[in-house]
């Protein structure tokens, strides 16, 4: 998947740029990753732009693990299926 595949389906852009201080001097650098909320209670979160070099863009499910999406179709069909059933 790419970036502008996120950008397409209206993901929001989240800048990381203060590090905490006892980062300073380490490696880590500012940083960003997108993220799309369905609901109060279940939002979508891709990986960070410096995974994304290494492994392409991906999405999971915040605060759920073993469930990752690399296709925007399949992210399209879960939104949409979600937006479609939302009370």
């Not at 852009?13 to 369905?38: A, F, G, Q, R, V």
């Not at 939002?43 to 073993?66: H, P, T």
Request: charged letters at 35%; one cysteine or more; aromatic letters at 14%.
């Amino acid at each position: 998947m790419k970036e502008q595949d996120l950008i397409d389906l209206k993901f929001k852009k989240s800048y990381i740029t203060d590090l905490y201080p006892e980062h300073k001097d380490s490696e880590l650098k500012p940083y960003y990753y997108y993220t799309y909320n369905i609901t109060n209670e279940l939002c979508l979160i891709s990986s960070d732009n410096g995974e994304a070099k290494k492994n392409g863009w991906r999405v999971e499910m915040f605060d759920y693990d073993n469930i990752e999406f690399t296709s925007k179709r399949d992210i399209e069909k879960l939104i949409s299926l979600i937006e479609k059933n939302k009370l």
